[in-house]
């Protein structure tokens, strides 16, 4: 079965700091892998996802992420933070067909002036 | 405009009360899950259903029930069995293996 791990609960980063936000999966067959965002009270917004392909996915607001199948990664990158940014951040990895998502817990984003 | 509504955004129980939260998708999507999310809990998959008239327990289904009647409609029931509901509850649709869109949420409080 698959499983992701995001080690970081809680980060906090400067206002204009790069920012990258650690995830780990464990899957067997070639991923679909996936970032997401939520701000409080709200659903989940995609920021981007890999199927296949290129490497390094492009995403919304300025975000991207590289997958690395030797390392059994996928982090999430942006080079400067915005204080809008504050949110928390969930990846996420599929499998086949219709099956649910496998979600990590999550890792909370504090910016600061 | 597509997407996903939860109604009603919150909702009150008394404790020995069931409650029925609303999902609603315009999608077409097949696939529709329900998610329970708690702080510092991620999310957690209540019940899921990949087709219209069948659906699957996730991993604490205890004290929920669901329906699948229609393709656009995943209702889910939390029954007075489930002892600590208060929470947020997260709807989301999907086709194939693409990514999951999901509604905006209701928080659920027990009163």
């Known amino acids: 079965a698959q499983s992701v791990t995001q080690p970081d609960i809680h980060i906090t980063v400067s206002e204009g700091a790069s920012l990258e936000l650690r995830c780990n999966y464990s899957?067997?067959?070639?991923?679909?892998l996936f970032w997401y965002v939520q701000s409080p009270g709200q659903g989940l917004q995609l920021l981007l996802k890999?199927?296949?392909?290129?490497?390094l996915v492009q995403g919304i607001k300025g975000f991207e992420a590289e997958f690395k199948r030797s390392q059994s990664s996928f982090n999430l990158r942006k080079p400067s933070v915005h204080w809008s940014d504050a949110a928390e951040y969930f990846c996420?990895?599929?499998?086949?067909?219709?099956?649910?998502?496998?979600f990590g817990k999550g890792t909370r984003l504090s910016v600061i002036a | 405009d597509g997407g996903i509504t939860q109604s009603p955004k919150y909702l009150f129980r008394k404790e020995g009360q069931n409650v029925t939260l609303s999902c609603e998708q315009n999608?077409?999507?097949?696939?529709m899950y329900w998610y329970r999310q708690d702080p510092g809990q991620g999310l957690r998959l209540i019940y899921y259903?990949?087709?219209?008239?069948?659906?699957q327990k996730g991993d604490i289904a205890e004290g929920y029930s669901v329906s699948r009647e229609k393709k656009e409609s995943f209702p889910l029931t939390v029954t007075s069995a489930q002892k600590n509901p208060t929470a947020f509850y997260l709807c989301?649709?999907?086709?194939?293996?693409?990514?999951?869109?999901f509604g905006p949420g209701t928080r659920l409080t027990v009163l």
């Open positions: 996420a990895v599929g499998a086949s067909g219709n099956t649910p998502l496998v």
């Open positions: 899957y067997g067959a070639t991923p679909y």
């Open positions: 989301a649709s999907s086709v194939g293996r693409d990514e999951q869109f």
């Open positions: 999608l077409n999507h097949d696939a």
């Open positions: 890999y199927f296949s392909g290129d490497t």
């Open positions: 259903s990949q087709i219209v008239n069948d659906f």
